[in-house]
């Protein structure tokens, strides 16, 4: 382990030799004497501060393990700060919060309540330390966490006792008693005690390397009514507008001691428990909030038959984008896909993004390639931060061996799935986003481990074919009848075009020479041992074709023309593709110039993960598995590049086109956001042309219905 966090702190200082002055950090860590550090804790600080003018700006670095809560005066200012740890295997994040708004000539009392979650998860790495680090000056005033400020461990906060949420997440589930401490302990007179400065400096083990959060304060939505509340025994059903993060309030009459118990319909996922909420009352009125968050189309309250319900809301918190994509057609089946598709990116979205937000919380690698590439065409360029933060996370967690692996940041699970992670690094994970964003200002950091991947870890047999490996898990896509060999040559040669790209971009032209022979080695092979006549397939293979294998033939480009009329029946007969794999496939039959056969197949599977009662999308077909796994919205990105036909020529959409394949639809209407500015498209079917009203952005160039369009709103027929 040792080993592990010498090269991971290597590669993140190497990474963040620009700005290190942030580092020179003059808060110490501090934390409570005594505290034992359990699972599930809290700890409360604060700190008042004389301040004779307030200064016009006062920034505040804030890093915990592992959220906290900001009040300044009374006043919240950070609603559920902090990051899960893990920038790189030992190292933290750390906020820059703007605090000279909330204070005031006088007296000003700092409040941090910190959660510790302590526990080993899929997207979390416990430092074994609650603690914080307050950093805050200006000229003529310094507010640094150390021993003068108070710390009382909040033992109003314990676990709930509904069964334990699974082994993938870090999180418990919260109790509170009302009884045991006030719950507006900012403004409490009796405290237990002062806090200690912890024996390390910032920057050192166990905290480690501290690292500037790079996406967002989460946006806080406030408190807000349910869309409507029923009650039906002891049991209380709220209904939410759509699957969000949401965390319960409550306001009751009751005794002391009656236990309030908070969950939602996705308690309980695939055998899996969730995350749910205890408040225990103390006697009178009284207000509570559950700071832990949970998802679900319904909240459900349990309250016992003594407590008088006064009244409930929800917050829903979320990641700081807006919706700004739009999609409409003639197909209302397309219209709803997209619509559950976006709700279903935004649930997936937090620390990092997710797999889905309820059984684990966790970057799996797979899932976030088709998450990031659906986020050009659903949410704003701030969404692209978290694409990149992922990709920074991947590298920097590589092993002493070369191997990458996924879920990342992870504390309890270390096994590689080598063929999401061609992917990842490769044409539509790490090239996709630097393509469709124009960020490439992460090349030059990601490049040594990835070509060490692919040319250390990926051996080579005698024909310079890469040799077969399982890693720990040997999953490239749910589902049976796959052709795991021909999926594996064809996802290494579009991981080599994907670093051959990134080398000529960094003037390593032998390395991107050695990747196109490499390449070219490689389709020869494939098009002379595995095509058949009728269809690519492992020789010795004793299934069917199978159709993953055909569509990343074709989107690699290895698939000549004159083979695509025979993979068309090989579209026609085979699904084999999971939801993971489906925009592959969709990809390839628009490459073929088939969208009716890509519209056809949308029509036959996407109503199986859509039901009437779920806003979001199943992670499988026939509804099978969470009910919001959003790699199941990867159809929205060929339905905005392929089938409205606005793709990209250059970085970021500096140069464009717009070349639709409508199929039989009459008429589609998209819009979405770039670092240029929103490109807007209408196609109405007219005969057998397509009448095109286009904005093209300042800084960018549409090609259309060969002609060259200048920033401004054209109508042009295609």
């Given at each position: 382990m040792r080993k592990i966090l010498t090269i991971a702190t290597l590669v993140l200082c190497l990474g963040l030799r620009a700005g290190a002055e942030e580092y020179a950090w003059k808060a110490k860590w501090i934390s409570k004497q005594y505290y034992e550090n359990e699972t599930n804790s809290w700890l409360a600080f604060r700190k008042d501060v004389d301040i004779e003018k307030v200064p016009a700006s006062l920034v505040a670095r804030i890093a915990v393990d592992t959220k906290y809560w900001l009040w300044i005066n009374g006043e919240p200012v950070v609603y559920e700060g902090g990051l899960k740890r893990g920038p790189s295997i030992g190292g933290g994040y750390y906020d820059k919060v703007e605090i000279a708004p909330f204070l005031k000539k006088g007296t000003n009392r700092i409040s941090v309540l910190v959660w510790f979650m302590g526990k080993a998860g899929f997207s979390h790495l416990s430092s074994g330390t609650c603690a914080l680090l307050f950093d805050a000056r200006s000229p003529g005033l310094e507010i640094l966490s150390d021993e003068t400020w108070e710390c009382s461990v909040q033992y109003g906060y314990g676990t709930a006792s509904h069964p334990v949420t699974n082994y993938r997440l870090p999180e418990s589930n919260i109790r509170y008693d009302a009884n045991l401490f006030d719950y507006n302990w900012f403004n409490a007179t009796e405290w237990l005690g002062t806090a200690i400065e912890l024996p390390f400096l910032p920057g050192d083990?166990?905290?480690?390397?501290?690292?500037?959060?790079?996406?967002?304060?989460?946006?806080?939505?406030?408190?807000?009514?349910?869309?409507?509340?029923r009650q039906s025994g002891d049991t209380l059903y709220c209904k939410l507008p759509y699957n969000g993060h949401f965390s319960p309030w409550l306001k009751v009459e009751a005794p002391k001691g009656m236990v309030i118990s908070m969950y939602t319909d996705h308690d309980m996922i695939s055998g899996a428990k969730c995350v749910s909420a205890e408040y225990v009352t103390k006697d009178g009125v009284q207000e509570y909030e559950s700071f832990g968050w949970m998802n679900g189309e319904e909240l459900y309250y349990v309250f016992p038959p003594e407590v008088k319900i006064l009244e409930v809301k929800y917050r829903e918190t979320?990641?700081?984008?807006?919706?700004?994509?739009?999609?409409?057609?003639?197909?209302?089946?397309?219209?709803?896909?997209?619509?559950?598709?976006?709700?279903?990116?935004?649930?997936?979205?937090?620390?990092?993004?997710?797999?889905?937000?309820?059984?684990?919380?966790?970057?799996?690698?797979?899932?976030?390639?088709?998450?990031?590439?659906?986020?050009?065409?659903?949410?704003?360029?701030?969404?692209?931060?978290?694409?990149?933060?992922?990709?920074?996370?991947?590298?920097?967690?590589?092993?002493?061996?070369?191997?990458?692996?996924?879920?990342?940041?992870?504390?309890?699970?270390?096994?590689?799935?080598?063929?999401?992670?061609?992917?990842?690094?490769?044409?539509?994970?790490?090239?996709g986003y630097m393509f469709y964003s124009g960020d490439d200002s992460f090349v030059a950091d990601v490049y040594p481990a990835v070509h060490r991947y692919l040319h250390e870890v990926w051996k080579l047999d005698s024909e310079g074919l890469p040799i077969y490996r399982k890693g720990g898990w040997d999953w490239p896509?749910?589902?049976?009848?796959?052709?795991?060999?021909?999926q594996l040559h064809l996802w290494y040669y579009l991981a080599l075009k994907a670093e051959a790209e990134f080398a000529r971009k960094l003037g390593k032209e032998a390395d991107a020479a050695q990747d196109e022979a490499l390449m070219a080695n490689i389709a020869e092979k494939i098009n002379s041992k595995f095509w058949n006549g009728a269809a690519y397939i492992t020789p010795g293979f004793e299934d069917l074709p199978d159709d993953r294998v055909q569509a990343l033939a074709v989107i690699s480009g290895i698939a000549s023309a004159?083979?695509?009329?025979?993979?068309?029946?090989?579209?026609?007969?085979?699904?084999?593709?999971?939801?993971?794999?489906?925009?592959?496939?969709?990809?390839?039959?628009?490459?073929?110039?088939?969208?009716?056969?890509?519209?056809?197949?949308?029509?036959?599977?996407?109503?199986?993960?859509?039901?009437?009662?779920?806003?979001?999308?199943?992670?499988?077909?026939?509804?099978?598995?969470?009910?919001?796994?959003?790699?199941?919205?990867?159809?929205?990105?060929?339905?905005?590049?392929?089938?409205?036909?606005?793709?990209?020529?250059?970085?970021?959409?500096?140069?464009?086109?717009?070349?639709?394949?409508?199929?039989?639809?009459?008429?589609?209407?998209?819009?979405?956001?770039?670092?240029?500015?929103?490109?807007?498209?209408?196609?109405?079917?007219?005969?057998?042309?397509?009448?095109?009203?286009?904005?093209?952005?300042?800084?960018t160039t549409c090609l259309a219905a060969g002609k060259t369009l200048t920033p401004g709103t054209h109508k042009v027929r295609l």
């Open positions: 083990a166990p905290m480690g390397e501290l690292v500037e959060r790079p996406i967002p304060l989460w946006k806080n939505y406030g408190l807000k009514d349910y869309v409507s509340t979320g990641y700081d984008t807006e919706f700004t994509g739009t999609f409409s057609c003639s197909d209302p089946l397309l219209n709803e896909y997209y619509q559950k598709a976006q709700r279903t990116l935004y649930v997936c979205m937090r620390d990092t993004y997710y797999d889905c937000p309820d059984r684990e919380r966790a970057q799996w690698w797979g899932d976030e390639v088709n998450e990031l590439n659906e986020a050009f065409y659903m949410l704003d360029r701030k969404a692209d931060k978290l694409a990149r933060k992922g990709i920074m996370e991947l590298v920097r967690w590589q092993k002493p061996d070369g191997v990458m692996y996924a879920p990342i940041p992870c504390s309890n699970y270390f096994k590689e799935l080598p063929m999401q992670i061609l992917n990842s690094i490769g044409w539509y994970g790490f090239r896509d749910a589902g049976e009848h796959q052709d795991r060999v021909a004159d083979k695509y009329p025979a993979l068309k029946k090989v579209f026609a007969e085979r699904y084999n593709a999971t939801t993971y794999m489906f925009p592959y496939v969709l990809d390839a039959l628009y490459t073929m110039g088939e969208p009716q056969m890509a519209l056809d197949r949308m029509r036959k599977q996407c109503p199986t993960i859509m039901k009437d009662s779920c806003t979001t999308l199943y992670e499988h077909w026939n509804f099978d598995g969470t009910c919001n796994h959003a790699w199941a919205g990867g159809g929205v990105i060929s339905m905005v590049r392929q089938l409205a036909g606005v793709d990209a020529l250059k970085p970021g959409y500096q140069e464009f086109q717009v070349k639709p394949q409508l199929g039989d639809l009459k008429w589609l209407k998209t819009g979405f956001e770039t670092n240029y500015g929103r490109i807007e498209v209408s196609l109405v079917k007219k005969g057998k042309r397509i009448e095109a009203e286009i904005t093209v952005p300042e800084g």
